[in-house]
T-cell receptor, first 112, second 114 residues
Framework: GENVEQHPSTLSVQEGDSAVIKCTYS??????FPWYKQELGKRPQLIID?????GEKKDQRIAVTLNKTAKHFSLHITETQPEDSAVYFC???????????FGTGTRLKVLA | EADIYQTPRYLVIGTGKKITLECSQT?????MYWYQQDPGMELHLIHY???????EKGDLSSESTVSRIRTEHFPLTLESARPSHTSQYLC?????????????FGNGTRLTVT
């Protein structure tokens, strides 16, 4: 069945450094890729998303890149801050279907 | 403010009790979902709904049931709670009429069955 692999499962970076989280999807028909941030005890919140007709999207310190040929997409966080510490989930969805396929999550810790 | 609301936020209940977790959204979304998540861990889809009177089971086998009598309301019921049901339950909704259709999550219900 469809799946999304997410790496790494945990990531520690020094404040100010960059963090990169990678996801690979299996369904070549997937065309929508959201990223969620979940802080401790809180709900997952959408932080950025990208559609398959776009290769890259940026929003301040956060960017997402998509390689359709290789079927992978990545989240890039620059100039990390302690408040970036959270669990990040990637997901893939195919137009017209109900299912969002989630990755297994990456626990990011930004060390002050 | 348009949002998705879940009650109760926390629930501690004894084995064998029947419980209903409430979920309501004021965003007018037609698609609604229930996920089970141990804190900070994977999200497992247990139920979803395309619209009123439409409900389906998700990927994770669950002993719970859902109903969708009104667009905004999607309650989840456990007929007989067991300790294995202890987890966090997240309700979500989305609007497929948008080009980008992210899931919007509620704050969750953290259930403990003793």
């Amino acid at each position: 069945g469809e799946n999304v692999e997410q790496h790494p499962s945990t990531l520690s970076v020094q404040e100010g450094d960059s963090a990169v989280i990678k996801c690979t999807y299996s369904d070549s028909a997937s065309n929508y890729f959201p990223w969620y941030k979940q802080e401790l005890g809180k709900r997952p919140q959408l932080i950025i998303d990208i559609r398959s007709n776009v290769g890259e999207k940026k929003d301040q310190r956060i960017a997402v890149t998509l390689n359709k040929t290789a079927k992978h997409f990545s989240l890039h966080i620059t100039e990390t801050q302690p408040e970036d510490s959270a669990v990040y989930f990637c997901a893939a969805k195919t137009s017209g279907t109900y299912k969002y396929i989630f990755g297994t999550g990456t626990r990011l810790k930004v060390l002050a | 403010e348009a949002d998705i609301y879940q009650t109760p936020r926390y629930l501690v209940i004894g084995t064998g009790k029947k419980i209903t977790l409430e979920c309501s959204q004021t965003m007018g979304h037609d698609k609604m979902y229930w996920y089970q998540q141990d804190p900070g861990m994977e999200l497992h889809l247990i139920h979803y709904s395309y619209g009123v009177n439409s409900t389906e089971k998700g990927d994770l086998s669950s002993e719970s049931t859902v109903s969708r009598i009104r667009t905004e309301h999607f309650p989840l019921t456990l007929e007989s709670a067991r300790p294995s049901h202890t987890s966090q339950y997240l309700c979500a909704s989305s609007d497929w009429s948008l080009t980008n259709s992210p899931l919007h999550f509620g704050n969750g219900t953290r259930l403990t069955v003793t």
